[in-house]
């Protein structure tokens, strides 16, 4: 009677488990993409296509969303190339290598709209408006000049752009949602920054009334004072923008993002790739050159570092959460590297490093030397001994070369970067990002798959590598072929470098001598 009673419970728990697995088997397969979904059918306006961020954003968007009817792409001429010209050329660029291996027809996807962000009303003609007006349902603003060293003339098209691509929304009576891509420092000079609005240095009237009353060389005679403690233009006009964000949201179904460093692409579509030299990929591939021989950062300060593709997963995202949204207040979503897998600089610099060697280069242009300064005095003076002291002697070299010089006026523009730079390795700031959380926590399985943002687990080391490996292949075009070259080289450099150090201490040495030993050896005496 036991045995038979254990037998029908046995049997019981075996049909209850395979159901609960059926269940969720069933589950699993009936679940849907929630972002997919959404944008079916639609017709999205993208700016800044062609940067960095919207490069990913819109290969993502047509690898993953078959179905979108159409994404308009502003691009304007620019390095002597038509807006037609730039358009074609966009898509041979690696990044879209792994669509291109899809069905997806992009040429019945995307189209072209001629225009400029950095023009009044970006420069649309009024076909191109009614056709924007008519037809598109979502907006992407991913265009800005990112630049730290633009002038405040320059910084303000970024403004002005805002405004005028705000009033064409206005406009649209199909639009669902207006995505605005900020930066997390937007209000940097608070220590702790919510996922919310704050007071901006200038009302957005009042500095494009400035800018445009005042000749050029006036505006950049004040620029210093109407900055204040701001650290550059660039971030002194993202929080003067979101102030016009604030203003519309009344009219318009908007949010904000706000991501932090943007470096390498973590996964998608090839891990480690890179388009340009801005920013902390730009510095550590200068260390790897053996070009920046110092780097004022506080090694216990978090490196609050997003990658590429997550941040334009995390906008596509957000595209979809304020086109189904229905409350009237403006989410913004504070993007940084979660606490818990966030690393330091010091913890950062320590993982790129271990893998210079593995990804030597025969464009190296000295052994690698990078000194770390916390403090900014010693910072300044290895600046001027690595840096200005070198740039004179490779230049001297160059000269009796007859060759063009270049270290000086290179190495000056560099110093100045790495002193804008220094703003953002030195601080700590504590983020609210409760809002990147909760949206990631209402996704579905399938949506978290597809579109993944949140940086919980990444490895680290494994990134270094794609990271290192990237930057070789996708900025400097080198091959595996010159890693033999690149390990010859750098030895030599080494020799080069080791010598350099011994005569020039040797140098000063004998200056001393020369200026202060008789009075050292009498005070022997």
């Known amino acids: 009677m036991q045995n038979r009673f254990k037998a029908v419970t046995s049997v019981f728990n075996f049909v209850f488990k395979f159901d609960n697995f059926l269940l969720v088997f069933l589950y699993s397969t009936m679940e849907t993409n929630q972002i997919v979904d959404f944008f079916k059918n639609q017709t999205l306006f993208l700016t800044g296509g062609t940067g960095f961020v919207g490069k990913l954003i819109l290969e993502k968007l047509l690898r993953?969303?078959?179905?979108?009817?159409?994404?308009?792409?502003?691009?304007?001429?620019?390095?002597?190339?038509?807006?037609?010209?730039?358009?074609?050329?966009?898509?041979?660029?690696?990044?879209?290598?792994?669509?291109?291996?899809?069905?997806?027809?992009?040429?019945?996807?995307?189209?072209?709209?001629?225009?400029?962000?950095?023009?009044?009303?970006?420069?649309?003609?009024?076909?191109n408006l009614d056709l924007l007006r008519e037809e598109v349902t979502c907006v992407i603003h991913a265009a800005a000049n990112v630049k730290f060293d633009q002038s405040l003339k320059e910084a303000a098209f970024n403004v002005r752009a805002t405004r005028d691509l705000l009033e064409l929304a206005k406009q649209m009576p199909n639009l669902k949602s207006f995505v605005y891509v900020s930066t997390a420092y937007s209000n940097c000079l608070n220590p702790h920054i919510k996922e919310d609005f704050y007071e901006p240095p200038l009302k957005p009237e009042n500095l494009l009334s400035v800018v445009n009353s005042l000749d050029d060389d006036v505006l950049t005679k004040i620029t210093p004072s109407l900055l204040g403690p701001w650290p550059n233009t660039y971030i002194y006009t993202k929080s003067i923008t979101e102030d016009l964000v604030k203003s519309a949201s009344t009219s318009l179904p908007i949010a904000i993002v706000r991501p932090a460093i943007i470096v390498s692409s973590m996964k998608e579509p090839i891990p480690g790739w890179i388009d340009n030299f801005y920013g902390v990929v730009g510095l550590v591939m200068g260390i790897g050159l053996g070009v920046i021989h110092s780097l004022h950062i506080s090694l216990n300060a978090p490196a609050l570092i997003v990658t590429v593709d997550y941040v334009a997963n995390l906008i596509i995202t957000v595209?979809?959460?304020?086109?189904?949204?229905?409350?009237?207040?403006?989410?913004?979503?504070?993007?940084?590297t979660i606490s818990k897998n966030?690393?330091?600089?010091?913890?950062?610099?320590?993982?790129m490093n271990s893998q210079y060697w593995n990804a030597l280069t025969d464009k190296i242009?000295?052994?690698?030397?990078?000194?770390?300064?916390?403090?900014?005095?010693?910072?300044?003076?290895?600046?001027?001994?690595?840096?200005?002291?070198?740039?004179?002697?490779?230049?001297?070299?160059?000269?009796?070369?007859?060759?063009?010089?270049?270290?000086?006026?290179?190495?000056?523009?560099?110093?100045?970067?790495?002193?804008?730079?220094?703003?953002?390795?030195?601080?700590?700031?504590?983020?609210?990002?409760?809002?990147?959380?909760?949206?990631?926590?209402?996704?579905?399985?399938?949506?978290?798959?597809?579109?993944e943002f949140y940086v919980d687990q990444v490895d680290w080391n494994k990134y270094a590598v794609?990271?290192?490996?990237?930057?070789?292949?996708?900025?400097?075009?080198?091959?595996?072929?010159?890693?033999?070259?690149?390990?010859r080289k750098v030895k030599i450099l080494l020799v080069a470098h080791y010598t350099l150090i011994a005569v020039f201490w040797f140098v000063v040495y004998k200056v001393w001598m020369f200026f202060f030993g008789s009075i050292f050896f009498k005070c022997v005496e």
């Open 342 to 351: 966030q690393l330091t600089w010091g913890e950062f610099l320590k993982v």
């Open 466 to 487: 794609d990271s290192i490996s990237g930057g070789r292949k996708f900025l400097l075009k080198d091959t595996i072929d010159s890693l033999p070259r690149g390990r």
């Open 64 to 127: 993953e969303c078959p179905e979108i009817k159409k994404i308009f792409l502003i691009v304007r001429p620019k390095k002597g190339k038509t807006p037609q010209e730039r358009f074609e050329e966009l898509f041979d660029m690696p990044c879209f290598e792994l669509l291109k291996s899809t069905k997806i027809n992009i040429s019945e996807k995307v189209s072209l709209v001629d225009g400029d962000c950095q023009e009044p009303f970006l420069d649309l003609s009024a076909q």
């Open 365 to 451: 242009v000295w052994y690698y030397s990078c000194q770390i300064a916390e403090s900014k005095l010693w910072h300044n003076i290895q600046i001027f001994f690595l840096h200005t002291v070198l740039g004179y002697v490779v230049d001297f070299v160059l000269f009796c070369l007859g060759r063009p010089t270049l270290a000086v006026k290179n190495y000056k523009r560099l110093n100045k970067l790495l002193e804008v730079t220094s703003f953002f390795t030195t601080r700590n700031w504590a983020f609210d990002d409760s809002n990147v959380r909760h949206l990631w926590n209402e996704l579905s399985n399938n949506d978290k798959k597809t579109f």
């Open 319 to 336: 595209a979809w959460k304020t086109g189904c949204e229905t409350t009237k207040k403006t989410p913004i979503y504070n993007y940084i």
